[in-house]
């Protein structure tokens, strides 16, 4: 069981930066892939960005160039930092771990923290 906590959500204007950071409890942190989604009302959750237990990372096309996924490891935390943030940023972002376990994919997700963006 994985319980994720994030936290460094806010406000900001047009073009500023925010930096979120999720905390992870239970063991095997380094085995799961970890990332980030975010949803705004009557949308469905979309994907943002993703690090692999190898370290590889891979971004929505709508982020990449501005947002950086990384991970430690040895402290059990994912961050996501957001640069040059835009109106259509705002969303509550989740915090997002999985692991393939007996074939089957399992997921786990944090309570979420508001990203709001003003123009």
């Known amino acids: 069981q994985v319980q994720l906590v994030e936290s460094g959500g806010g406000l900001v204007q047009t073009g500023g930066s925010l930096r979120l950071s999720c905390a992870a409890s239970g063991s095997m942190f380094s085995m799961y892939t970890m990332g980030w989604y975010r949803q705004t009302p009557g949308k469905e959750r979309e994907w943002v960005a993703s690090a692999t237990n190898g370290n590889s990372t891979s971004y929505a096309d709508s982020v990449k160039g501005r947002f950086t996924v990384s991970r430690d490891n040895a402290k059990n935390t994912v961050a996501l930092q957001m640069n040059s943030l835009k109106v259509e940023d705002t969303a509550v972002y989740y915090c997002?771990?999985?692991?393939?376990?007996?074939?089957?994919?399992?997921?786990?997700w944090g309570q979420g923290t508001q990203v709001t963006v003003s123009s």
């Open positions: 997002h771990s999985q692991i393939l376990i007996g074939g089957r994919w399992v997921h786990y």
